[in-house]
């Protein structure tokens, strides 16, 4: 098993991935799965700017986490949403968190002070996997989605990456130093 840089071919395995999540959970908002054309053009469109990471077994994508921009304005630009994927056969063995290491060393490199994350609620297994990753809840839209059937949730959670300084240097973007991080690291 490897931990790699998506790559726009992987639009197809990722959409595969997300789309349970999308059609049976509320996990998701979104109403309509991605095609593999749309899961491409999102992975191209976030490389521009942040990392996307996948885990790949035996050539197939099991696994994926990626960073986006946490708000549109300046004064937010040290901070990231972040999110991870599993599939479901590959649920509960601690991949989510390896692809997270992984993604928060890359996003310290790059200038990054701080990441968050949404969770639609319920959702024990995710507050659990954030949690032990060091994450800590920072509050809760309330029915802010409405998704099967029921109004929903959503909890914010959030991870200091490190300690930035006083006028700190803008961070990197990861397009201008995806060379930097191009290696496979076996797992």
């Known amino acids: 098993m490897i931990i790699r840089v998506a790559q726009i071919a992987d639009g197809a395995d990722i ?18 799965a991605p095609s593999a054309e749309e899961m491409s053009a999102r992975i191209a ?41 599993v599939s479901q056969s590959m649920k509960r063995c601690g991949l989510g968190g390896k692809l997270y290491t992984h993604l ?9 002070g701080s990441v968050f994350a949404g969770i639609a609620l319920p959702n024990k297994a995710s507050v659990g996997m954030h949690e032990h990753m ?3 809840p920072v509050g809760i839209y309330p029915k802010v989605g409405f998704k099967n059937g029921s109004w929903r949730d959503v909890g914010w959670w959030s991870r200091p990456l490190q300690v ?21 690291e076996l797992i």
């Not at 959409?15 to 309509?32: L, N």
Request: include cysteine; hydrophobic fraction near 40%.
């Open 45 to 85: 469109a976030t490389l521009e700017t942040h990392p996307w990471l996948v885990a790949e077994e035996d050539g197939n994508v099991i696994a994926y986490a990626y960073a986006t921009t946490h708000r549109a304005r300046a004064a937010y630009k040290w901070s990231c949403d972040v999110s991870v994927y």
């Open 104 to 112: 928060f060393t890359t996003l310290v490199q790059l200038g990054f």
């Open 164 to 184: 930035l300084e006083n006028a700190p240097k803008a961070p990197l973007t990861f397009a201008k130093n995806r060379q930097s991080f191009q290696s496979i």
């Open 15 to 32: 959409a595969a991935i997300y789309a349970p999540i999308v059609e049976h959970t509320y996990i998701s908002f979104e109403e309509t």
């Open 134 to 136: 060091g994450f800590t």
